[in-house]
């Protein structure tokens, strides 16, 4: 099916070298798709809270404690890209992990009409491979690296064991990011099929 897609660019705040992806996204996708794209183009594991803000508006998952901490969120599958574009919003902010507060810049680079035989969310490219989750932010991120691209680092094993496996910085691991965008594809394929026949 053939259908409008954004260019969405997506960048790590206060990391050099630069940290980044580009995606093409459907216009139909909401908000929470979104989040689910950024979890896999950066490797993370879906295991913290997330928001966007756009505006002053955050949107999320709600809950009841937001209330108890004066916090306002709004849904973020309740928002689509195509609103976003229809308002002009051309920029805004997702962070993912609180503790290491991951801020990505997000941007909606272009909008073009999707190919016929491309399934999206689709990997566009990137650079360097994203942090490992609870690393410890931005400076734990630079400690981390410290140790494992050097051997006669006195953390250089700890850290290669805490990760699980050799770390390569510069390796974004770009198979395994399309197979995970393909998965989403079909997931998304599968729905739509389903709501066609309903």
Known sequence: ?????????IELQD???????????PLTSHLLTLHYIIQIVFGWTDSH????TIGNRNYG???????????????AAGLRLRTLVARGVEQFVYVYDFGDDWR?????ERVAEGEANIDYPAFVDGK?????????GIHGLMRFLEAVRNPMHDEHRDMIRWYGKPFDPF?????RIRMGLLGL??????????????
């Open 1 to 9: 099916m053939i259908e409008p897609v954004a260019r969405v660019y």
């Open 15 to 25: 990391i050099q070298p630069r940290i980044w992806r580009r995606v093409d996204v």
């Open 49 to 52: 809270l997330f928001q966007f």
């Open 61 to 75: 998952v709600p809950s009841e404690e937001d209330e108890f901490w004066g916090l306002k969120f709004y849904r």
């Open 104 to 108: 990505h810049d997000i941007v909606i």
């Open 128 to 136: 360097r491979r994203g942090p490992p989750e609870d690393v410890g």
């Open 171 to 175: 390796d974004i691991d770009e198979e």
């Open 185 to 198: 594809a079909r997931r998304r394929r599968g729905a739509l099929a389903s709501s066609s026949r309903n």
